[in-house]
């Protein structure tokens, strides 16, 4: 089929198209956030190379389920629902050609490129954006629980005389310091809890059922105590405490509010279709607009009806949100949460998660690597400058060496380089630091193929035999040693493309890209570029070689 | 035509005594300085949290190890690449598996600690790295993992080829020259990192060419001098390829040197391995695949290398052919 040199330069001229098409620069949509929050689509036109992280800067995260506090029953189908989530928030995020992918039976990496607030976006990922609607306590199960709570807690050695006796394993997870702590309540008990919870009425709040305050300085150690188990079990069935998710100041003093709710929730997140945010005109506050399906809508009037006067919590992730409203009618599809003084960006970050949907466990960070967009362009500059004199040396040696033969090995190794870096574009590979390295090195070793033929050739030269019948020798005699040399490398590769991450991939997909198209142009280019010689040049008695 | 090594005729196979000599030379002190010393593995292997700082005015470590202790980050690698403007700051976590090790919350304190000293914006955070001691010790075994499976699949690749004497032989070399390299990233104090690693594999990739371009030769050798005894159609192979392996090693070197120089902080360390892999590759594919093959052919003569009876002494006389 290569017989001719005709089908052999065409050939070589279709490859030379592919590769040139694949590297035209094309237009590439890309939805990005503007500064409203309005999702824009932006067209702009670029080689289609993708660059890795560690040459645009950017941020790489493998997530795990954080199990601490809600343990997964099943990690495989938390881990696909997580997956889906994410792709779906990170879409809504605006950032171009990011990569969500499951790794191993339970990680998630995320690549996102060109981030330039890496907290916020830690965040996004990271949120659990569990919401739910839960009525407050009307029992006053709290108080009622509250001595046999401090009894348990003196049991156990902790309390308002702690001072006396040893201090105990359970008092010094609390930093033990119990008596200074009793000194900022009016309201003076027996008990720790009884000194430090106070009803939400007492400072003048206009307190409602299930309504606690803590001040915000003894927050930490409330909630320590409260998670003791021997405490915890004091509290009546169907009912569960939950924090409020930021301070408030009730005078000069700042204080979070605990709440006491019902177990059961009137609705969660996943009922949820669409939601927005939004500043509300009167408070100048900002809220989160949200949409319920039908089946959520149904389901919402239901219980808001039922409980025309009562107080509904909104939580997510397990914190109260603002104060929670009283129900004063039925509420069906369209409802709001009042996130008091967070920023209209919080609040858009907010919806996109609602919106996405809730994560069936909260996420925890395992590994992190950001990379500055400045570091990336020093790298890309210093990398093309070492390709660009090392490829120079190259071809000084080859034509040094080499003359006329080593004039084409050097048109060969320019072949080379397109192919390599079109057949990158092709298969969407991307590019990276170290990627940028193994291609640098296979120029080096590329040339390796064309070494092994002329060396042979010379050798059939030297035994006597004639220029065209060496030529077909040398070429004979090199594929072997040519064709073993180039699995052997590809094989390494294959297992440094398996274990590595990010960069190192890249690494291995350009070098066996560049193992592929040192064969072609070795074997083939070359070779042909040796027939166009010899036929201008029948009566040719001596190689340039 | 120039021609480097044309008619060379080297007696390299009766030089390998001396070669072991030069092999235990480099490999015993090398691997002792490794017991004693250790490797110095990178955050993606050990876990813990690293960040690199540019900064506006030039700092000394001084300045920035008061910085971190006020903040009670103590014992953190603080280093400086480049100028007196860019520095790395390493905090290894503790102990694998303990929940003290929070590396985002390392990360995050010590940016408090830099805003502090140093003022929020008079400098920039240019690559942060918080990596979790269990996603670390996962890394270490993955890596050691693909060097050893890599292994296999290459002997077996050459059994499939050639045979199996030439693939015990190559392994054996290339085994030699992982040592050799990880005993060099040892005393050269470079830090393993997935780069380097990447090197480790590239580098075992190299030598091997090297010694399939020889064996190779010698299996074309085999079937064309019959008579010959097995050293000296060894040598008669290497020989023939020498002027092969200067000019490869020539361009490879130049291409690693160009990285070296030119690449940066980051692909350093990768092309000092492989410029140190090009020259132990090319040792071992003389001095260690070549003899080897030659022991195993004595120790195990066998039919199949060239179509006669193996090399043993007296079997080597008279070469029979296979029935």
Known sequence: MFSTIRSRIITILVLTALCVFSLIPRDATIRTRGADGAMRDTTITRVPLKYGLDLQGGMHLGLELDQSNRLSADVDRDIGLALTVLRKRVDEFGVQEPLIQRVGSERIVVELAGVRDPQRAMDIVQKAAFLEFRITDRTGALEKAIPAMDRALRTLGVGAAAGEGKPSAVQQLLGGDSAAAASDTSVVTDGILASLIQLGAAAGTGGMPGEYMVPETAFPRVDSILRIPEVARLMPRGVELRWASTPLSVGVQSYRFLYALEDKPIITGNRLVDASAQIDPLTNGSIVVFDLDRAGARQFGNATQQHVGDYMAILLDDRVQGRPPVIQSRIDRRGQITLGNKTIQEAQDLALTLKAGALPVPLKIVERVQIGASLGADSIRQGVTAGLVGTALVILIMIGYYRLSGVLAVGALAFYLLFAVGGLAMIDATLTLPGLAGLVLSVGIAVDANVLIFERIREELVHGKTVRLAVDEGFRHAMNAIVDSNVSTVLTALFLFQFGTGPVKGFAVTLIMGIVASMITAVFVTRTFFMIWLQRRPDLTTLSI | ?323
Do not use: C
Request: positive net charge.
């Open chain 2, 1 to 323: 035509m120039t021609r480097f090594f044309a008619n060379a005729n080297y007696d390299f196979i009766g030089f390998r005594k001396y070669a072991y000599g030069v092999t235990a030379a480099v490999l015993i002190p090398g691997l002792l300085w490794l017991a004693a010393v250790g490797l110095n593995y990178s955050i993606e292997f050990t876990g813990g949290t690293l960040i690199r700082i540019r900064s506006e005015q030039a700092l000394d470590a001084g300045r920035l190890r008061s910085a971190l202790d006020a903040q009670g980050i103590h014992g953190a690698e603080i280093q400086s690449y480049g100028s007196e403007r860019e520095y790395t700051i390493r905090a290894r976590v503790a102990k694998a598996g303990t929940d003290a090790n929070d590396t985002e919350a390392t990360a995050s304190a010590v940016t408090t600690a830099l805003d502090a000293a140093l003022g929020a914006g008079s400098y920039s955070v240019e690559k942060t790295e918080a990596v979790g001691p269990k996603v670390g010790g996962e890394l270490r075994t993955k890596a050691f993992l693909a060097v050893f499976l890599s292994f296999f699949a290459v002997l077996a690749y050459l059994a499939y080829r050639f045979e199996w004497r030439f693939g015990l032989a190559a392994v054996v070399a290339t085994a030699h020259d992982i040592l050799a390299t990880i005993a060099f990233i040892a005393v050269m104090r470079l830090e393993v990192s997935l780069v380097v690693v990447g090197a480790i594999l590239s580098m075992v990739g190299y030598s091997l060419n090297d010694t399939i371009i020889i064996f190779d030769r010698v299996r074309e050798n085999l079937h064309k001098y019959k008579r010959d005894d097995f050293a000296s159609i060894l040598n008669r192979s290497i020989n023939e390829t020498l002027p092969r392996s200067v000019l490869t090693h020539a361009t490879t070197l130049v291409s690693l040197l160009a990285l070296a120089v030119l690449a940066g902080e980051v692909i350093r360390p990768f092309a000092l391995v492989m410029f140190f892999g090009v020259f132990t590759g090319t040792f071992s594919s003389i001095y260690i695949a070549s003899p080897v093959l030659m022991w195993i052919e004595h120790k195990w003569p066998g039919a199949d290398a060239r179509g006669v009876k193996g090399t043993a002494p007296r079997a080597a006389t008279k070469a029979q052919p296979v029935g």
